[in-house]
């Protein structure tokens, strides 16, 4: 049963070093989610995301620049790494839960 406390044990350290690489890279990444705006017959992005209470919008550019795509591309990469996070968030508690059993 020891070796099993063991496994359970390394598995831990495994996840919490995930954990807080995908936290560090999270936080090089714009929060919030983007939003299309049409001004004067054409599209801008804006990066909606919330300050205290507040949404705020900050501008990125027309839909089609390189700026616009650059900005997608962290958000989707954003939500992948958020999905990831919260799988590993799950598995730790699963192991922390099988640690707090019988030695």
Known sequence: MAMVFAILEEEKRRL???KARYERQLSELPKG???RKK???REYLYL???ESDKVKFEYVGPVDSDAA???KAKVRQRK???EKLSQ???NLA???RGLRGKR
């Open 39 to 41: 001004r004067w017959n």
């Open 94 to 96: 699963d192991v922390e």
């Open 16 to 18: 919490l070093s995930l």
């Open 33 to 35: 989610s983007l939003s």
């Open 69 to 71: 795509q650059e900005v």
């Open 48 to 50: 909606a995301y919330r």
């Open 80 to 82: 992948v790494l958020e």
């Open 88 to 90: 590993v968030e799950d």
